[in-house]
T-cell receptor
Framework: KQEVTQIPAALSVPEGENLVLNCSFT??????LQWFRQDPGKGLTSLLLIQSSQREQTSGRLNASLDKSSGRSTLYIAASQPGDSATYLCAVRPRLEYGNKLVFGAGTILRVKS | DAGVTQSPTHLIKTRGQQVTLRCSPI?????VSWYQQVLGQGPQFIFQYYEKEERGRGNFPDRFSARQFPNYSSELNVNALLLGDSALYLC?????????????FGPGTRLTVT
């Protein structure tokens, strides 16, 4: 059974700091991994999608890496801003499950202080 | 183009009642998935429908059911509501029903059971 863990559970940083969020998964048989952002009480916004054959993806100040063999992904946020404050969720698409179910971690709550 | 839409936005029900939640996928998307997100946790997979057929089911009781219509919109029904059903219900759509396609989430329906 695929399990996803995110560390740390919460993070508070001053504005302008670079930061790294971690995601680990137990089964390397995945199609892809997605990072999402969720504002309080809202839906999920997809930030980056990394296919299993890829090592990293970049979008603006965000960079996500994937090491499938070790079951790890990191989300790097450069020059953090107060507007980056949100919960960040990582999810994997297991290859050995029928359909397109995503398995999520519990998220990292990020607060960027101005 | 419109994203994934869900209705209603908020809902308050009493224990034992029944509720129906609605989701319209992105135009051209044929797969719809439902997730339950309890406060402080990551979303949990409930159902996936593709081409009006169930393609996946999570570990939820039979009180939860869903269907997909010819226009690919979907309804999630929950019978005999319990206090523990209080959660944010998220709908996600993707182009097809399996593989490595990206999934896009709606804003969610906040269900409160009293």
């Amino acid at each position: 059974k695929q399990e996803v863990t995110q560390i740390p559970a919460a993070l508070s940083v001053p504005e302008g700091e670079n930061l790294v969020l971690n995601c680990s998964f137990t089964d390397s048989a995945i199609y892809n991994l997605q990072w999402f952002r969720q504002d309080p009480g809202k839906g999920l916004t997809s930030l980056l999608l990394i296919q299993s054959s890829q090592r990293e993806q970049t979008s603006g100040r965000l960079n996500a890496s994937l090491d499938k063999s070790s079951g790890r992904s990191t989300l790097y946020i450069a020059a953090s801003q107060p507007g980056d404050s949100a919960t960040y969720l990582c999810a994997v698409r297991p290859r050995l499950e029928y359909g397109n179910k995503l398995v999520f971690g519990a998220g990292t709550i990020l607060r960027v202080k101005s | 183009d419109a994203g994934v839409t869900q209705s209603p936005t908020h809902l308050i029900k009493t224990r034992g009642q029944q509720v129906t939640l609605r989701c319209s996928p992105i135009s051209g998307h044929k797969s719809v998935s439902w997730y339950q997100q309890v406060l402080g946790q990551g979303p949990q997979f409930i159902f996936q429908y593709y081409e009006k057929e169930e393609r996946g089911r999570g570990n939820f009781p039979d009180r939860f059911s869903a269907r997909q219509f010819p226009n690919y919109s979907s309804e999630l029904n929950v019978n005999a509501l319990l206090l523990g059903d209080s959660a944010l219900y998220l709908c996600a759509s993707s182009l097809v029903g399996t593989g490595s396609y990206e999934q896009y989430f709606g804003p969610g329906t906040r269900l409160t059971v009293t």
